[in-house]
C-alpha cells in the first residue's frame, strides 16, 4: 500500500491565524479522512472526502473547517482561525471503498497553537 | 451516534503474562472493530480486527473477540512482551464507505520486564 504523507510534521501558529494540513498523494479510488488527536486522548473522527465531496463529517468539523483537493493530488484541511483549543496532532487516513477495511494513517501533523 | 467505552484505561503488567481490554459499543449497525496501537509521538498502526460474521480472530499472541448480542469486544495479548507496552485503541465502524472510525479512549499498557 502507499504510504499516506503529511506536511508539515509540525506547525506553530498564532492565534486567529488560517493553517493549511496538506495529506498526499490521493487516489481517485480511495476515501480519505481526517482524525484529531488531542494529547493524552484519543483520536476523534473530522471529516471524510472521496472524489471532492464531503461523505462524513462530525460535530467538530465546524465552520472554521474545511476540506480541499485544490490540485488533484494533494488533500488539504485547513482551519480558518486558529484557537487554542485546536492545539492538537491532526492525522490523515485512507480507507478502500469497502467500508470495512483496513484505515491507513499517516504519521501526522503536530499543530502547535500559541 | 456510535460511543466506544474501553476499559482499563491503564494496564500494567509483567512479562510474560496476559493482558486483555475490553470494549462495548453502542450502534447495532456497527459491523468492523479494529485495534490500534500507538506508541509515543506516532501514528496508530493496526494490528488486528474483527467484522460482525467473525467470533474470533487470532494472528499468533494476539487476538480478538466479539460478542454483538453484549456489544462487546475484547483484545487479549498473550506472554506480553516488553515493546507491547504503547497505548491501545479500539474503534467501532459501521459497514458503509466513509462513515467514521469512532475511537475507544485508549488503554496505556505497561511490560514490565
Known amino acids: 500500500e502507499p504510504e499516506v504523507t503529511q506536511t508539515p510534521s509540525h506547525q506553530v501558529t498564532q492565534m486567529g491565524q488560517e493553517v493549511i494540513l496538506r495529506c498526499v498523494p490521493i487516489?481517485?479510488?480511495?476515501?480519505f479522512y481526517w482524525y484529531r488527536q488531542i494529547l493524552g486522548q484519543k483520536v476523534e473522527f473530522l471529516v471524510s472526502?472521496?472524489?471532492?465531496?464531503?461523505?462524513?463529517k462530525s460535530e467538530i468539523f465546524d465552520d472554521q473547517f474545511s476540506v480541499e483537493r485544490p490540485d488533484g493530488s494533494n488533500f488539504t484541511l485547513k482551519i480558518r482561525s486558529t484557537k487554542l483549543e485546536d492545539s492538537a496532532m491532526y492525522f490523515c487516513?485512507?480507507?478502500?471503498?469497502?467500508?470495512?477495511?483496513?484505515?491507513?494513517f499517516g504519521q501526522g501533523t503536530r499543530l502547535t497553537v500559541v | 451516534g456510535e460511543n466506544v467505552e474501553q476499559h482499563p484505561s491503564t494496564l500494567s503488567v509483567q512479562e510474560g503474562d496476559s493482558a486483555v481490554i475490553k470494549c462495548t459499543y453502542s450502534?447495532?449497525?456497527?459491523?468492523?472493530f479494529p485495534w490500534y496501537k500507538q506508541e509515543l509521538g506516532k501514528r496508530p498502526q493496526l494490528i488486528i480486527d474483527?467484522?460482525?460474521?467473525?467470533g474470533e480472530k487470532k494472528d499468533q499472541r494476539i487476538a480478538v473477540t466479539l460478542n454483538k448480542t453484549a456489544k462487546h469486544f475484547s483484545l487479549h495479548i498473550t506472554e506480553t512482551q516488553p515493546e507491547d507496552s504503547a497505548v491501545y485503541f479500539c474503534?467501532?465502524?459501521?459497514?458503509?464507505?466513509?462513515?467514521?472510525?469512532?475511537f475507544g479512549k485508549g488503554t496505556t499498557l505497561s511490560v514490565s520486564s
Open positions: 487516513a485512507k480507507q478502500g471503498a469497502a467500508g470495512n477495511t483496513e484505515a491507513f
Open positions: 487516489s481517485n479510488h480511495l476515501y
Open positions: 472526502f472521496y472524489n471532492n465531496e464531503i461523505s462524513e
Open positions: 450502534d447495532s449497525a456497527s459491523n468492523y
Open positions: 474483527i467484522r460482525s460474521n467473525v
Open positions: 474503534a467501532a465502524k459501521r459497514y458503509q464507505a466513509g462513515t467514521a472510525l469512532i
